[in-house]
C-alpha cells in the first residue's frame, strides 16, 4: 500500500484529502505544518507528499527547501492551495514540487494526479 | 557604529531612570534607533529593533522593515516587538503583509496577527483590521483574514464566518469559514450552512466541511 504524507494546518481539509486518498487504497499519514512533516520524513519513507503552502512555523515551499538542503530523498509532491496566482505555481515548482492543484480539489482529481504522480495512471 | 550608539542610547535612559520603571527614549534617540533598522550589519538591525520597543510610534517603521528584511533572526526581532508594541497603526500594516508575494512574510503577518489576538490585542486593533479585510477584493486576503480569526475570542466572531458564508462568492473563502465554523459554531450557523451546501452544491469540499460543522454542532447541543 503506498504511503501519502498530507501536511496541511486546517484539520478540516486533512480529514477531507483522507477520506479521498484511503477510498483509493493509500495509507496516509498527517503533518499540521512543514516542522512535523520533516521531522516525519527523517523517520519513515513517504511515496508521495500532499503539501499546503500557506502553514504557521514552516510553509510548504519552505519543507520542500529543506528536504532537499538536509538531502532527505524527495518523494513525488503535489501542492496545494487556495491561490489560484501564477505567482505561486511557479513558486511551487521551484520549491521542488511535481504538481501544484488548487483547493477544493475534487475526488476524482485528487486521486488521478496521486495515481500520476505514482506512475500508477489508469488504474 | 549604529550599535555602539544603540548602547549607549540603552545605557543612559538605563541609568537615568530606576530598574522597572517605564521609560521612553526621547524623540531624537528614537529617530536614531529606527535610522539602525537600516544597517548593513544584521546584528544591528535586530539591535534596533529591540531597542524600539520603548518607542511607542516605532511601529510603521518596523513593519516597513520586516517587509525588506532577509535575516530571519532580524525577522523574528521585528515581529516579536510589533507584538509587543501592540500599536494599531502597526497592526494595520502588518496586515497590509497579507497582500505579499513573499510566502513567509504572509504566514509570518498571519501568526503575528493571531499572536496579538492571543495576547490580549490590548488596543483592540485586530477585530475592525479583520473585519475590513473580510471586504478586501483579493479573495486570498480574505482568506487570510479569516485564518486570523481562528484564535481571536471576540464576540462577533461567528457572526462574520456566518456573514462569509451566506453573502462571499469565492468557494475558498467560504471554505475557510467553514473549516472555522466546524470549530465554533454554534446553533446559529445551522440555516447558513445548509444555504451553503446549497450555493455550492456540486462543490465536495464545502459539502464535506458544512455537513461536519452540522454533526459538531448537533453533538455539541446534544451534551
Known sequence: MKRVLIVDDAATVRMYHRGILESGGFAVEEALNGIEALEKALEANYDLLLVDINMPRLDGFGFLKEMRRQEIPQPPAIMVSTEAAARDETAAYRAGANCYLVKPVRPSQLLAHARLMLGEAGR | ?223
Open chain 2, 1 to 223: 557604529m549604529a550599535l555602539l550608539r544603540t548602547k549607549a542610547v540603552e545605557g543612559a535612559v538605563e541609568k537615568a531612570v530606576p530598574p522597572g520603571a517605564k521609560t521612553f527614549p526621547g524623540a531624537a534617540d528614537c529617530e536614531e534607533l529606527t535610522a539602525g533598522l537600516e544597517s548593513s550589519n544584521a546584528t544591528e538591525r535586530r539591535q534596533a529593533a529591540r531597542d524600539l520597543m520603548r518607542c511607542p510610534n516605532a511601529g510603521a517603521a518596523l513593519v516597513s522593515r520586516l517587509k525588506r528584511e532577509q535575516d530571519l533572526a532580524v525577522r523574528a526581532a521585528i515581529l516579536t516587538i510589533l507584538i509587543r508594541l501592540d500599536d494599531p497603526a502597526a497592526t494595520a500594516e502588518l496586515a497590509d503583509c497579507l497582500r505579499s508575494e513573499d510566502v513567509a512574510l504572509r504566514n509570518e503577518a498571519i501568526e503575528a496577527l493571531r499572536e496579538l489576538a492571543v495576547a490580549g490585542d490590548r488596543s483592540g486593533a485586530v477585530p475592525p483590521v479583520l473585519a475590513c479585510l473580510l471586504a478586501d477584493p483579493d479573495p486570498d486576503v480574505r482568506i487570510f483574514a479569516v485564518n486570523v480569526m481562528e484564535s481571536v475570542s471576540h464576540p462577533d466572531v461567528e457572526r462574520w464566518l456566518i456573514e462569509v458564508i451566506e453573502n462571499d462568492s469565492q468557494v475558498n473563502v467560504c471554505a475557510a469559514s467553514l473549516e472555522l465554523l466546524c470549530e465554533i459554531g454554534t446553533e446559529a450557523a445551522v440555516d447558513p450552512l445548509v444555504r451553503v451546501k446549497t450555493r455550492f452544491a456540486s462543490n465536495a469540499f464545502i459539502q464535506f466541511a458544512a455537513d461536519l460543522a452540522l454533526k459538531r454542532i448537533v453533538e455539541s447541543d446534544s451534551r
